[in-house]
């Protein structure tokens, strides 16, 4: 008779195993990449193109010696997976390495944390039944960590430092797989965000001359083509969100972008409105400072905010006409606030610049201007109204911060006033450098994306409002 509980028992089994599911989705440019032979691999691709899932799969079959197209290192083996950026960006890749998990060869000393990925015994690391280790490096930590060891295969996701490449690949040089090939190493990426140009030519030689050593390229676009596991809406938005400059290297997996006249494309004259425009609703009141050493450079900009609808509307501005003090930056703030009848305790956000700025070495501006703005409307110095927050300036955080903004007039929920012209001028002409007369433009442009790329990108939720007017 036909035991049905051994037929759900076995179902179970293959669902737990994600690493069998991948290979029967996997899509053509993916199946291109793992049955490739060469020793050295990578995928250059645009962004939400499935690259990460593959080098997380070739890392599970690598490991578990399950590759249905390549011969893999003997067990127990012992595997790097270097990750550009291991504190900021290794959960994510984690998530990656977890949708194609054999969960039934995972070692019962290994467990899987949301928040900082897979940990064995404190470390972060994968065991598998088999005896062999998965181990996560960081590509740009101290490049010690790297040193003294032999691995059986290598993957990295995203690209480290030059330096910190060259000391993981000595780390296989010597290992070979049981037939006598090489020991595997792929890459995975999308050429933006952190200097590639070493790579491109250690990848593609220089001057015409053929590289070192030969490295396979599969190239993922963002097309319908390339990717089938995603609708031909969801890649037109996901395009339209970028900036012209990166556009090739987030859907083509370019190694360069393109030069425009201008950043933000986003920008017209559609995205200014008049005082009696301002929806009548609750908002929140916000502050944000650039802190520049030269004249002409302290902006503050005024902005009503909604967190829930991740909207924006900043109403006013001040820009220094000289070299100020923090005394003078605050009293500019108060009568900024004055003139559309705000008092301090309205404002329940502020953002500022975490450098000195020739101001005071000893202090940050954001402090002192703190106590400058207690001291103005008579309360302890230690006991300002509110408090200035530093602005957060991760390394690709420019480039971001100026996506969402141009994401956000591109729809309608970042309103600009007339009366803001040092910003209207940047929105309209800057380049996306700090060179030269762009440079000038960048003010108010830093000063803005302190203050509010973080409300306006889709991640951002649930803000403390009062009502405006």
Known sequence: MFDVSQLAKALDSYQADRLALYWDKATPKQLEFHRSQ???RIIRAGNQTGKTLAGAAELMAMATGRHPYRETPRAPALIWAVIADLENHGPAVAR?????EPAQEISPATRYDPARGYLTRGRRAIEFRNGSLIEFRSGKGEITALASASCDALWFDEPPKASHFGESIARVAVRRLPSGDRAPVWMTLTPIGRPCGW????VEGVDGEPPAEHWD?????????DCPHRSAESLSQQIASYLPSEVAQRTSG?????????????FNDSILFDD???PDRQWGVGLTWDHGERSHSEVCLLFAYDEAAREVWVIDEHTSQGRTTTAQDAQATLSMLDRHGLSVAAVTRARGDVNSAGKNALISV???LEESIAEAVGLPSHAPPF???GASKPPGSILWGSRVLNLAMLSGRLRVSPRCHSLIEGLRHWKGTKQSGDANLAHAIDSLRYGVADLLDSRARGATRIRVR
């Open 217 to 225: 390229q599969t190239v993922i676009t963002l097309t319908p083509e």
């Open 199 to 202: 790579l491109r030519d250690l």
């Open 387 to 389: 408090r200035i927050l």
């Open 254 to 266: 370019a190694w360069v972008g393109v030069t425009f006249e201008r950043l933000f494309t986003g």
């Open 96 to 100: 990656k390495i977890r949708e194609v």
């Open 38 to 40: 060469s020793p050295r």
């Open 366 to 368: 954001n402090r002192l």
């Open 276 to 278: 009696d425009e301002l």
